[in-house]
């Protein structure tokens, strides 16, 4: 069975705490592993698509790494904007299946 | 245009309404897909369209009934749900097969069965 499991649960960090959040996947036949951004009653706004073991891709404060069983999603000196819920999925293009983990919910501080 | 639109944004029904749901893109995406997010939890499959023909049901039960009666628009069709149906529906697009392809999400109706 297809599993994403994302560490920690939530996290509160200080305006200009640089941290990572972890996605472990188990996904047969994986052809992308996606990040996303959530704010509270929207819908996922996309971040990221890594496709092979050791890509890395950048977009301002964040990073996101890819090896052959986890993702990292590095952020470098948050601000209190970057408060969100951050998702990363599995997509197995057999059957367009995207599966989801539990998500790290961010809350940065001044 | 990148965008899913979503309406409503919000609906409150009860338990022996009918009512729909409406989900429209413009970016040329052939899949399309419905997707149940209750609070806190991540976003679970419900549908998946792929070229207008229903690919994927993730044993739904049939109180929800989808349509797509095009490549651009996507319908959730609700009748005598129950208030664990309570929750955010999300619909996504997608071009299926592209080398990138990714999911745009729109912002989801917050539906509320009283």
Avoid at chain 1, 32 to 44: A, C, E, V
Avoid at chain 2, 93 to 110: A, C, D, H, I, W
Wanted: aromatic content about 10%.
């Amino acid at each position: 069975e297809d599993q994403v499991t994302q560490s920690p649960e939530a996290l509160r960090l200080q305006e200009g705490e640089s941290s990572s959040l972890n996605c472990s996947y188990t996904v047969s036949g994986l052809r992308g592993l996606f990040w996303y951004r959530q704010d509270p009653g929207k819908g996922p706004e996309f971040l990221f698509t890594l496709y092979s073991a050791g890509e890395e891709k950048e977009k301002e404060r964040l990073k996101a790494t890819l090896t052959k069983k986890e993702s990292f999603l590095h952020i470098t000196a948050p601000k209190p904007e970057d408060s969100a819920t951050y998702l990363c999925a599995g997509f197995t293009g057999g059957g367009n299946k995207l599966t989801f983990g539990t998500g790290t919910q961010l809350k940065v501080e001044l | 245009d990148t965008e899913v639109t979503q309406t409503p944004k919000h609906l409150v029904m009860g338990m022996t309404n009918k009512k729909s749901l409406k989900c429209e893109q413009h970016m040329g995406h052939r899949a399309m897909y419905w997707y149940k997010q209750k609070a806190k939890k991540p976003p679970e499959l419900m549908f998946v369209y792929s070229y207008e023909k229903l690919s994927i049901n993730e044993s739904v039960p049939s109180r929800f009934s989808p349509e797509c009666p095009n490549s651009s628009l996507l319908n959730l069709h609700l009748h005598a749900l129950q208030p664990e149906d309570s929750a955010l529906y999300l619909c996504a697009s997608s071009r299926p097969g592209q080398e990138n392809e990714k999911l745009f999400f729109g912002s989801g109706t917050q539906l509320s069965v009283l």
